[in-house]
């Protein structure tokens, strides 16, 4: 794809540079500054868009630019899960993943000096039941303390995955076909 604008992506996560560079295009990494807890009473949606929002907000904006910020969240039986804080709290979040449906949520804003342009995609995913034995090895191996609902499709999770619904880079942490064409309609 190509744009005459220039992209800033509002994200330190590398999952989200490798998508956009898989795509073919060209920007720069800023770390954003946002605020990502949880308000009162969000929704899955309400809350991923608002982050990324922020932090799409949250970086200085020049003439012919346009910056990507986007949020991940993985929603399960009324919770939303972030990032774990610990190897306990990974634990956790995939016990309850393990045998269910959840749903998997990108919020994403791309913000130019003249406009901003919020939305969301979901991706329904279902693990298969996973053993307490499976489960620890998987987080021994470090790979899901920094991923929301602690896991990582595109890694060691991948085995975990029966199904998806849905964008598989959404999973991954960007929607890539939704965020080109908002790129490109932008």
Avoid at 58 to 70: E, K, M
Avoid at 167 to 173: A, E, F, Q
């Amino acid at each position: 794809m190509e744009t005459n604008q220039k992209l800033i992506l509002a994200s330190t996560s590398p999952r989200r540079a490798e998508l956009l560079t898989s795509a073919g295009l060209v920007f720069a990494v800023q770390p954003p500054n946002a605020d990502e807890k949880l308000h009162a009473g969000e929704t899955p949606v309400e809350y991923a868009v608002r982050t990324a929002r922020e932090k799409a907000e949250s970086l200085p904006i020049d003439s012919g630019s346009v910056v990507i910020g986007a949020d991940t969240v993985v929603a399960a039986e009324g919770h939303i899960l972030g990032k774990p804080a610990d190897a306990e709290d990974a634990t956790a979040m995939l016990r309850l993943l393990s045998g269910k449906l959840h749903e998997v949520v990108t919020g994403v804003c791309l913000r130019s000096s003249e406009k901003t342009v919020c939305f969301h995609v979901a991706t329904a995913v279902l693990f298969r039941d996973l053993s307490d034995t499976e489960i620890s090895a998987y987080v021994a191996t470090g790979d899901p303390l920094d991923k929301a609902g602690a896991y990582a499709i595109q890694n060691g999770a991948a085995g975990m995955v029966r199904r998806i619904d849905g964008s598989y880079s959404n999973v991954v942490g960007l929607p890539l076909c939704e965020v080109i064409e908002a790129l490109e309609n932008f």
